[in-house]
């Protein structure tokens, strides 16, 4: 392993980049902006995206796919959308490279230029919804309920692995509806399953409320989020779900005639997360020593250290192992047994614990003379001797207690970190002295939160669902209002 | 599901657009050459993906995600592989697009032109190759096992749904080895793992070979192929797997220290299936009333439809109906309910043939009297009357029968269409005639390979692994070899 990671009060950021780098999840390649996903980075996204595949299957959605391009046009359809998204993207204008006449490489085919340039996708309701036009005719084909697991392309400036980079991965549902009501709930049941997959596998306690208008999706007309609060007191958007009206409909002229014989526009939906939810991971449940994983998630739950000193102790040690292993994997724990000779125990431990693998056994010769082990869990340090009797049994009672502590501990992080105000002079010193959440009356102005934004880099974050209804002053106007909202530094 | 499909008789291909459309698997796009795979036919790539996917990671493979872009400059660094791909490969010149200051719509900004292009990956492994240069060291590092599953895209001028299309998915497996024999072994060892996947799930029959120099994967020095034999005479090109030597370590400087502490260059391979396989699958066992699925890679196994004259008679079948589906399920019967009341059960038998479920169960007044139900095979037409007893069991042995007999099928129709031929007159007869393999002799030249195929437009498929080693006279140059090939037309 090598030295250590910079610590998370030294510098937070370089702590995040260094434990993505030392954990072996992700490095930057050789195009600007776009990350390598390495193995151990990309088991986690795949744990995530089985449980997320399988909630979007249960609540009724097929996968589909669409072309990674779209038409440069197409864009335009939506006036919003274009604004949002023309600024940043990658485009394709030409279809062949040709042997350089002046040198050894290869130079564009200046005769090879695309009529109309493509886009590579930022977000795919443009190509979708070309494509509902004609597939959907009747109240029959309705509802439409598709997702999409792809690769999209934003061309960012400022980068950071996981968390905000030119291409990530990601998911996005569109769906199409018969009515308004029944197409907002859509939007809202998303946003659950997103909030459900957080804080259930995640174990990351999340908000879930509606953006402001000025922080709405390039298109929606709602746009519902899950907010979590990281370690170092700044939020993460970790999920949107927009309602979008007869935006696309509209945009690519997309009718259906209801069980009366009349021709309506449909009503659409779309929802994503990503890879950023990676990031998210990192910095809900990190220390100084490297990852801290949620054990729904964790590509090994347990993993397995011999201690001995000689060839006899060792292959004593494997045979216990063995059977240890295989009731394990009988039990659906996910186990690791590392007997690789060239590295000491120490380092294996220490490596382990980068890794964020929730439970480490060691065994000694004395574990075996006594018919014990040793069980040392990730999230507190805390080590016993357990008694080899059930021991996948425990193990699994012991991974469901990580996951619960682990969810807790988040959540008493937030709590502690999620201060009323109510004056703008108290939200400037708790938001510089504390950070988290910062709670307050907003006027629903733009004026006012605008303010607020360039008087203190936290902007809204949040609208959120639950409210009390209370009444209360704006921050800024002093107007009354009902609205209390959720305010942050952001990633 | 109105009008029927053209016959294969009348015009395979026709037949076959018809297929992929009326089935609901895919359709062209509004992008030249890419297609949207519809939920139907992307339930058959995921069941495609999830056995591959397993069997990679039982053969020790690791997933990760590379840049989709690559650096213009990255595919000039191995000579043959940017003649093999720079002449039909997607260029990303620009970033950003901007209002048409004359007009409506957005333009390229001109100032946002990229100082170096890039290309949209027809294949990863120049920028993978360039992060294995600090991946490895020394020989601890090595083998590095890496899958990745992906969007690639080739500038295709002729297209066809799932067969060719400029984009598509596909995994790439990308190795790298400290020896030549571990790097060989493990380009075999795929090849092997394709053909069980082709045979023991797809159950389309094929023939493990080693591609002639001319027909190799731009960059590596030898291509295993699988090629299977579609139902009109026609081979089809179904995975690849290359032994790459040290060319690409080379081209990116991959040294590592072996155990002796002297520096060496890596050995590599990689490997490719991908939705081609889709199209593969559909040419093997179907038939002029639409798909046939193998039971292994059907979204649905079995359909159950029930048949009423009035609601009474419905609900007492819904009840049996219920039931079953549930005994089906427990016994892992990916099973369908289909009661919509719109359609008459004719129409419902029509669709469900159209879309290839392997078995479809009837149920009547009469059925319920006498606990029966009516079971009809896709793959033979057969229809009987089943007891409801143990029907769970009986369905899943029907099952691997249907499994079985596809095939045995298509097994028996490679075999009566593969053809030894001794001289170029008989080849062009049985190429015009009969279609198929044609086995031959040939004498390794280039020239003579070239000639077959500027004559009859076939080509070698392969000179297959298995061999009796016999010897005999090229077609063409009449001189005596040991190699006996395998020629068809191809897709």
């Known amino acids: 392993m090598g030295k250590k990671i910079t610590s998370k009060s030294e510098d937070y950021s370089q702590w995040y980049n260094d434990l993505v780098l030392k954990a072996g999840l992700a490095e930057h390649s050789a195009v600007r902006g776009c990350m390598v996903i390495k193995p151990y980075g990309f088991a986690i996204w795949e744990n995530m995206k089985a449980e997320l595949d399988r909630m979007f299957k249960e609540t ?9 391009f779209i038409p440069k046009s197409f864009l335009s359809k939506e006036a919003a959308h274009v604004e949002g998204f023309a600024k940043e993207c990658a485009v394709i204008t030409h279809y062949r490279l040709k042997k350089d006449p002046d040198g050894d490489g290869v130079i564009v085919d200046p005769e090879a230029k695309l009529e109309e340039e493509l886009i590579v996708r930022p977000t795919s ?36 692995l996981f968390l905000r980079t030119a291409e990530f991965l990601w998911q996005e549902g569109h769906t199409a509806h018969a009515t308004k009501e029944e197409a907002m709930e859509e ?31 390039a298109g929606a007309e709602i746009t519902y989020t899950i907010e979590a609060l990281m370690q170092d007191g700044k939020a993460l958007q970790s999920g949107t779900s927009h309602y979008l009206g007869h935006n696309f409909a509209k945009a690519f002229d997309v009718k259906f005639t209801d069980e ?39 590509p090994i739950h347990v993993v397995i250290v011999p201690i001995f000193k000689n060839d006899e102790q060792k292959s004593a040690i494997d045979e216990y192992a063995d059977g240890i292993v295989k009731e394990l994997k009988d039990n659906g724990i996910k186990v690791k047994y ?26 000694g010769p004395r574990d075996l003379e006594n018919s014990n082990v040793e069980v040392a869990r990730r999230d507190t340090y805390e080590k016993k001797i357990e008694s080899r009797e059930n021991l996948a049994q425990k193990l699994n009672l012991l991974l469901e207690e ?6 807790n501990k988040a959540k008493k992080y937030r ?33 006012s939160e605008e303010a607020i934004k360039t008087q203190t880099k936290a902007d809204i974050r949040c609208i959120p669902l639950k409210s009390d209804n209370a009444e209360g002053k704006c921050l800024i106007s002093g107007k009354s209002t009902n609205l209390k909202v959720l305010f942050a530094k952001a990633y």
């Not at 009724?60 to 990674?68: D, E, M, R, T, V």
């Not at 998210?280 to 949620?294: A, C, E, Q, R, W």
């Not at 000779?341 to 220490?350: E, L, Q, T, Y």
């Open 60 to 68: 009724g959605h097929s996968n589909a796919y669409f072309p990674l």
């Open 125 to 160: 309701e443009t190509i979708i919804w070309n494509s509902y036009r004609n597939w959907i005719q009747s109240y029959r084909d309705l509802p439409l309920l598709i997702n999409q697991w792809a690769n999209v392309v934003r061309w960012e400036m400022r980068t950071r």
């Open 187 to 217: 939007s809202l049941k998303m946003i659950h399953v997103y909030a459900d997959f957080a804080e259930n596998f995640m174990a990351m306690p999340v908000v879930i409320g509606e953006k402001t208008e000025s922080e709405r999706f």
């Open 260 to 298: 009366n014989g009349k021709e309506e526009y449909v009503y659409s939906t779309s929802w994503g997360v990503s890879t950023r939810l990676v990031g998210g991971l990192i910095m809900t449940h990190s220390d100084d020593n490297g990852l801290v994983l949620p054990p729904r998630l964790a």
């Open 338 to 363: 590392d007997d690789d000779d060239n590295k000491r125990p120490g380092f294996k431990f220490a490596e382990y614990e980068m890794m964020g693998v929730p439970i480490r056994l060691a065994i």
């Open 402 to 407: 990580i996951q619960d502590n682990l969810f």
């Open 415 to 447: 709590e502690d970190h999620t201060t009323s105000v109510s004056s703008i002079d108290e939200f400037k010193e708790v938001l510089e002295k504390k950070g988290g959440f910062i709670e307050a009356f907003w006027d629903g102005s733009n004026e």
